[in-house]
Nanobody
C-alpha cells in the first residue's frame, strides 16, 4: 500500500484542521492505521490510531478531547480532525499503516510498516 497525506497548513491557535491520508495499492481494510507527528528538534511521537474496522481507537493523552481519528474504508482514507489547536501541536504529521489482526491499534513506530510523506501543520499563537 502507498500513503498520501494532505490537509496541513497554517492555522491560528484555537482553530481546526482536518488531515487526510489516502491509501492505494492494497485492500485498505486490511490495515490498521495511525497518525504520528514530529515537532522541530524532537523525536516522532504517536498521536492516534484506529483499527481496521474503526471499532477501536487510541489517542495520546495530549490530544484527547481535541483530535478525532476516523476512517472510510470505501474511500481508502483515514482522517485526523484536529480542533482547539495549540502552538505545541505544530509538527509534521505522518500517517502509517500496518497489516494486523482486526482489532489491533498500534502506538509505536516499530509497529507500522508503511509511512506516508508527511504534511506540515503550523499553529500560530
Amino acid at each position: 500500500v502507498q500513503l498520501q497525506a494532505s490537509g496541513g497548513g497554517l492555522v491560528q491557535a484555537g482553530g481546526s484542521l482536518r488531515l487526510s491520508c489516502a491509501a492505494s495499492g492494497r485492500t485498505f481494510s486490511s490495515y490498521a492505521m495511525g497518525w504520528f507527528r514530529q515537532a522541530p528538534g524532537k523525536e516522532r511521537e504517536f498521536v492516534a490510531a484506529i483499527s481496521r474496522g474503526g471499532g477501536r481507537i487510541n489517542y495520546t493523552d495530549s490530544v484527547k478531547g481535541r483530535f478525532t481519528i476516523s476512517r472510510d474504508n470505501a474511500k481508502s482514507t483515514v482522517y485526523l480532525q484536529m480542533n482547539s489547536l495549540k502552538p505545541e501541536d505544530t509538527a509534521v504529521y505522518y500517517c502509517a499503516a500496518t497489516e494486523e489482526r482486526y482489532y489491533f491499534v498500534g502506538t509505536r513506530e516499530s509497529q507500522y510498516a508503511v509511512w506516508g510523506q508527511g504534511t506540515l501543520v503550523t499553529v500560530s499563537s
